[in-house]
């Protein structure tokens, strides 16, 4: 459900996520599969957020 949203809503946009604390990832979605976000930060440099460790994420 909560890739269903994120592929509707934010795929090929600019997002930031919250996953509490200090943990703050900003980048352009690039992917949403497998329970994983990936978010493209720097031209080339990707990370991989678990699906179940968003609290927020907003574009």
């Known amino acids: 459900m909560m890739e269903e949203f994120i592929v509707q809503d934010f795929l090929g946009k600019v997002a ?3 996953c509490g ?3 703050t990832f900003k ?3 690039k992917e949403c ?8 930060i720097i ?4 990370t ?5 460790k968003i609290i927020t994420i907003t574009a």
């Open 27 to 29: 980048g352009k979605v």
């Open 21 to 23: 604390g200090i943990a």
């Open 43 to 46: 031209q080339g440099r990707y």
């Open 33 to 40: 599969e497998n329970g994983f976000v990936q978010l493209e």
């Open 16 to 18: 930031t996520i919250y």
């Open 48 to 52: 991989s957020i678990a699906i179940d």
